[in-house]
């Protein structure tokens, strides 16, 4: 339920204009939602998700109206990389149990922290592991090698070839621990 400012608005209270007169501009990663002088609060953050910042969460009307302004072709936010949380998520993604937004572990490159109902923190570092272990599989190098293959200097991202001429043997991020 929306509380609004004026209890005098709330009989003349249309949800269905309050979204058609809502404007959506995008700020970082989220859709701010302008619900309207007579809706408090007026401003609303609504993520990727589909869930609001305010306490109606998945259940707020400026969720519906994002769902519309996308529906027109209305801008997207940007697609935050695969291991940045834009808000904490509300389960686990290591054990499915409930999880918390944990400030301590927010940074700048990876977004929200979170820990784990069951395990705690522990769960959050295992999750970052396996995003740095992904990450390795798709470019296990620091510095590829340098080969002449074919007549041609490249650079080996797929490594070195038998038939390869090597200038240059490359490094690996797993033997800097990088
Ligand atoms: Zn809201
Ligand atoms: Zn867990």
Redesign the pocket.
Known sequence: MIVLSNPMVTRQFDLNSILRDATICISGYFYVVDLGPEVQPRA?HVGKDKR?L?S?GAD?P?VSAVAGHLRQGGERTPEPPADYHILAPETCPICGAPAYFEAKLSTRQHGAGWGCSKKGNSHYWQERSRFIAQALAANPWRFPPVVVRDGKQINAWDGILPTDQVLSPGLLRAEIGA
């Open positions: 609303h609001c305010c109606l707020c400026a």
